[in-house]
Structures are given as C-alpha cells and as structure tokens.
C-alpha cells in the first residue's frame, strides 16, 4: 500500500470517529511503515459533528452556557472555523446522551440548542451549519425557535414555549422578535434520515421508544405534530411535506420555517467540503468504519455516501463494522468492496463496546497484511 484513506463514522458508546481513524492509521503504519495515510474523520450530522470540522479545517471551539433539554443549566460547545462558519451539533445542548436517566420527549425542548445558535448568531458567523443528530425532543424545532425570538400563542393569546406536548395548542406565531441579522446568514441543516414528520414512519412512532416514549405517549406526540402540520399550511402555506422532516423530533421544520436553512445530507457535505474526490485520487484503497451495518447505512448515511465516489474513482472500498444486521452482500452499494465485522466471536454488547479499539486493529492488521496476497480490486 501506497496511499490510504481512513473515513470514519464513529461507534456510538464506544469510540469517536477521530478514534476510529486513528486506529486505522496505526495498524496501516504498523505493515506499511512508510504508507502516505490520510485520515478524514465524519459525522453525518450527530454527536462530533463540530470535532469532525475542527479536526479538518482550522477553527476554535467555542463553549457556550445553556441548557439541556429539561432547562438544567449546562455548558455546550461548537466549532467556529477560520472562515467564519459556525458548526453545531443539536446533540451537544439537546442530545440523548445528557439525560438518560430522564426521558420524556413530551416536555424536552430544543430551546437549549437555539440559544447555542443565537450565540454563534452574535458572535459574527457568516454561515452556520447544524448538525441534528442523535437528539432527545419532539418539539420540531420550536424551543429553539423560541430562543431565537420567535413568539407562539395559544388560542387565548397566551405566549407559551411548545414542547412534544403541547404544539397542538399552537394558534398563532409572531417572528417580529427575532435575532437580527439571521437573514443575512446562510444555514444547512445535516440530517440522515428520510423519515416524514408524521405517521407510522414518522418522527414520534419511528424515533419516539429510543427517547423514552410508551406506546400512548408515541400516538399524542404524533397526534401534535400532525396538528402542528395542519396549522402551519393552513394559516402559512409552510408545507411539512419532505424528505427529512421528521428529523431530530421535528426539528427540521423550525429550521426551513424560521431560518431558511437548507435541508442536506450530512456526510455529502462533508465530503463536498473537502474534495473529497481529490483527496482518493491514486489511493490503493479507502477503509471506513460504522458499528452497525444495517439496511438504513445504505440510505443516504457515511458509508453510502462514501461509496459513491468510491465507485466512480473505482477504488477499493473497504468498511469495518461492529455488527451486520438483516443484510447480505448483494444488498451492498455499488463502491463498497468488502465488509468485515471486527468480532471474532460472539460476545456480550458492553464486552463488545470495551473492546472495540483492540478489535478494530486487530481486523485492520489482518486486513493489511493479506493485502499484498489478494488486494480487492
């Protein structure tokens, strides 16, 4: 080997995908010594997003004081680059990782991570990307609307903050308050996922167990944002209806509504970001990492989107996975050459999480020294 390139996803509970990469880098360099190695961490918009940027591109980060999404005061962080674009991910201020020991998806808020926003906002970012991945509300978006200066009332004019629980009593909406200058800002949304606002695939019967909804709460919240749907067309012809709204509990909604964000995938971003075309050119090979493979790697998320340019330069590309899930080899994406699942045997999921670092070189190794003998072409 001549020339790799190591992008990964990361393991969630296990290792960043900063960590990821650098194991991969260390097992290159351990067969192929004088290997050129070029290590691209990504995040398709969820936890480590704003490290993922600072890692590639210069920039500070930037610690903000707000508030998780039962209103605890917390410190968050998110990435300011050099060219003055503001990367935050949703999961550092409203992420299911800060409460797991209290989940309720019909009271949390978004309001923490619209005050991280305003904060990039009056800080002087020319452009903000928003990662909103990996969150613990159904609120779609409205606390942090409301952080932001949007005012919603209820059918007696009262002004209220909606949460998963109540946006079906929204009635009116005033933007007269609004942080000034957030039209002269350009804003991406990163998602990866498809799924509609409402209805069996949506936000709340697809996201809302994972967030600590039973079966009753799940059909409220959908309830309320079927609501809230209806509203927003009736009254301002906003329609809910596209790819990617029900992600991060709604949470797309009050971005496309209130900041004229665009609604992107968050690994084409990435990868647009740093030629990543230029970047695999005369490379032997491309290894990638996710922790489960599964049917939904396939729909717009790291490993696919990677694949595609993959397949174009036809160049090898190889993933090592945590775990295969209700796929097989013909499921795969033109471009993705091999897997390997970086366990042996079978073990328990926290033994398996605990020795994810030690796996990972240890299949990467093995890989690299077989490579010589039979390469993936």
Known sequence: MNKVVLISDSFKHSLSSIEICSVMENAVLSVYPNCKVIKIPVSDGGEGLSDCFLSIFKGQKQSVITVDPFGNGITSTYALLDDGTAVIELAASCGLRLVRQKLDPSTASTFGFGKVIRHAIEAGAKKIILGVGDSATNDAGTGLASALGVRFYDQNGNQFVPNGGTLGKIADISISDIIKGIDKIAFSTLCDVKNPLYGTNGAAYVFGRQKGADNEMIAMLDRNLRSYSHFLKNKYGFSTEYEGAG???????????????????????????????????????????????????????????????????????????????????????????????????IV?????????????????????????KAPCQ
């Open 247 to 345: 992600a991060a509990g709604g949470t797309t909604i009050a971005t496309k509504l209130f900041l004229n964000s665009q609604i992107k995938r968050g690994i084409n971003t990435v990868l647009e970001m740093v030629d990543f075309a230029s970047v695999i050119k005369n490379a032997d090979v491309v290894f990638t990492g996710e922790g489960r493979l599964d049917k939904q790697s396939f729909q717009g998320k790291v490993i696919d989107g990677i694949a595609n340019y993959t397949a174009e330069a036809m160049i090898p590309l190889i993933a090592l996975v945590g775990q295969i899930s209700g796929i097989k080899a013909t499921d795969y994406p033109k471009g993705l050459t091999a897997v390997y699942p970086i366990l042996d045997v």
């Open 348 to 372: 328990d999921l926290d033994q398996a999480i605990k020795d994810t670092a030690i796996n990972m070189m240890n299949t990467m190794i093995r890989i690299c020294k077989d490579w010589d």
